[in-house]
């Protein structure tokens, strides 16, 4: 059974910074593209990040461009969205997304009809 847990988010103020985790399962890591999602309230889900960890080639969403980064730990099945300087509308439920790719595959814009197994999310709120 595929399993993706977030975990790291939290309150912090404009300009701070927050290190967001995805604990994968059940399934091969290598074979799977991983990403990172965000939604507001009131709005629309939006691919923020992506990552393939069969050649460790990501994709970034031009609006956090240079403020986050996607990274993965294989031997711990986790990808991380490391967050910094971050803004009052960087504000929203992030959520981590796998499907099932193929050996070689490298990242792509991350669109969420794309994905088929979902983690629960985790709350990120950054005050003004």
């Known amino acids: 059974e595929v399993q993706l847990v977030e975990s790291g988010g939290g309150l912090v103020q404009a300009g701070g910074s927050l290190r967001l985790s995805c604990a994968a399962s059940g399934f091969t890591f290598d074979e799977y593209a991983i990403a990172w999602f965000r939604q507001a309230p009131g709005k629309e889900r939006t691919g923020v990040s992506c990552?393939?960890?069969?050649?460790?080639?990501?994709v970034i969403a031009a609006s956090v461009k240079g403020r986050f980064t996607i990274s993965y730990d294989s031997a711990k099945d986790t990808v991380y969205l490391q967050m910094n300087n971050l803004k009052p509308e960087d504000t929203a439920v992030y959520l981590c997304?796998?499907?099932?790719?193929?050996?070689?595959?490298?990242?792509?814009?991350?669109?969420?009809?794309?994905?088929?197994?979902w983690g629960q999310g985790t709350q990120v709120t950054v005050s003004s």
């Open positions: 997304a796998a499907r099932y790719t193929h050996l070689g595959w490298s990242a792509t814009t991350p669109y969420d009809y794309e994905y088929d197994y």
């Open positions: 990552i393939s960890s069969s050649d460790g080639s990501t």
